[in-house]
């Protein structure tokens, strides 16, 4: 049985641009659920309550307020999503990159996905509107990909309580009226962990955001188990008038160090503010719930990377390639 936690805080007016996504388990090194899997390790949390003074999370700056740079919108595509549980995505040609005339794995894929990066065939940031290298770095690297010649390799740096994160790209894409689909697919894999139990790190994100700029954010985060490193579902809100709210939901699969695992989440709204996500790796089915959705969103924000580690912390560094997100 899957369990779910819901936290209401403080949070503080969110101003225009590009939102920095943050566990809401503990937004800042003072926001933290007790109890929760961050805490303990296991699957389950509890609730908790934050002080409503704690420092706030403006739009425009990550938790600990360093400055982003805004992001442009991409007119998006309407392009029918794949099947959820029928495993990695097929291209139509070797996914092997450009040389000797073969197509990448974006430029191989029909229809064209909404927003798609390879690493293969351009320099960084590519097709993301923003970078941010703040407590760590970003480059493309060539030791282990799934489609060759290279992957995105992030490293977030061993921090200090109250020290900056934010090492991810970030592209911003208009929304579809529901009804329709949204679907992520993106491959992972953990290089390095820290290895305090309970440590955790974002490392995907949907931001949905409104005409007011209230904000819902549906992500992924890392979270190391002791044995195995384990990924949660996480869903956290961010209004205008101070408030929000959290979601956890563990899954229960690892996903193991030195592994590509495809990790796939399509989000399926019936209205503009009711929803299902179903998750898979590799094609298996993780979880299947509603989505407790916030705001009626215009505008959608999707990042790879992290703004947000467990501090003090041991570091952190993953690989992504083929990241892949379909409008319908």
């Known amino acids: 049985m899957i369990r779910s936690v819901v936290v209401l805080v403080s949070l503080g007016a969110v101003a225009t641009g590009l939102i920095v996504a943050c566990s809401n388990e503990t937004c800042a090194e003072t926001l933290t659920c007790p109890g929760s899997p961050a805490e303990s390790g296991t699957g389950g949390t509890e609730a908790g309550v934050v002080d409503a003074e704690t420092p706030v999370q403006d739009a425009n700056t990550d938790v600990y307020g360093s400055n982003l740079d805004s992001g442009t919108e991409t007119d998006a595509t309407a392009d029918a999503p794949w099947d959820a549980d029928t495993g990695p995505a097929e291209p139509l040609a070797d996914a092997g990159g450009a040389e000797g005339g073969r197509l990448g794995y974006c430029e191989s894929l029909s229809p064209v ?3 798609c990066d390879d690493f293969d065939e351009h320099a960084l940031p590519g097709e993301w509107a923003a970078v941010s290298d703040v407590g760590g770095t970003l480059s493309e690297d060539s030791t282990s990909f799934v489609s060759s010649p290279s992957s995105l390799l992030t490293r977030d740096d061993a921090l200090q309580v109250g020290q900056p994160l934010d090492t991810a790209l970030r592209t911003q894409l208009r929304l579809p009226a529901a009804p329709d689909t949204i679907s992520l697919e993106v491959q ?4 390095s962990a820290d290895l305090d139990a309970g440590a955790a790190t974002v490392v ?12 819902y954010t549906v992500q992924f985060t890392l979270v190391q188990q002791g044995l195995a490193l384990g990924l949660r579902l996480e869903e956290q809100s961010g209004f205008a008038d101070g408030a929000s709210s959290y979601l956890s939901h563990p899954l229960a699969d690892p996903l193991p160090l030195g592994t590509w695992t495809d990790v796939r ?3 399926s709204r019936t209205t503009a503010m009711a929803a299902t ?25 999707l990042t790879i990377g992290s703004s947000f580690e467990t501090e003090p ?16």
Do not use: K
């Open 113 to 115: 996905p909404a927003f």
């Open 188 to 191: 992972l894999e953990p290089v």
């Open 204 to 215: 995907a994100a949907l931001d949905f955001t409104d005409a007011a700029n209230d904000r």
């Open 265 to 267: 989440m399509v989000v």
């Open 313 to 328: 912390s041991g570091g952190w560094a993953n690989r992504y390639d083929n990241v892949r997100l379909d409008l319908q």
């Open 277 to 301: 996500v179903h998750v898979s790796f590799n094609g298996a089915a993780e979880l299947d719930t509603p989505l407790a959705i916030t705001v009626d969103p215009t505008t959608l924000q």
